[in-house]
């Protein structure tokens, strides 16, 4: 366990990294219900990982705000005149195939 002094508090860094990676699975099921609230109202929104979180956290100065980025959510409404995939017929799985109980 690594503790390092900072003015009149000790930072431990494991329960830090503990805690963000709880918080963000916690922040995926607000996510999950944004993305289900944006579809109801006709917006289209892609999650996203996989991002520079340190380069967007800087970007966005999120460090002075005691806050740290976890995902990035687009928001917003297709252009029909140029989705190719919105003509594309849907596929489907049949409810049998694709749920199976245990």
Do not use: W
């Not at 979180?53 to 140029?82: C, E, N, Q, V, W």
């Amino acid at each position: 366990m690594v503790k390092v002094p900072f003015a009149y508090y000790s930072i431990d860094f494991q329960k830090i990294k503990i805690s963000f990676k709880i918080l963000t699975k916690q922040a995926n099921i607000a996510l999950g219900l944004i993305i289900v609230l944006a579809a109801s109202e006709g917006i289209d929104s892609t999650p996203m990982k996989g991002f520079n979180s340190i380069a967007l956290d800087d970007f966005l100065k999120l460090s002075t705000k005691g806050l740290r980025s976890s995902m990035l959510l687009a928001l917003g409404y297709r252009d029909p005149d140029h989705d190719c995939n919105l003509k594309l017929e849907k596929v489907r799985k049949p409810f049998k195939e694709f749920v199976t109980f245990i």
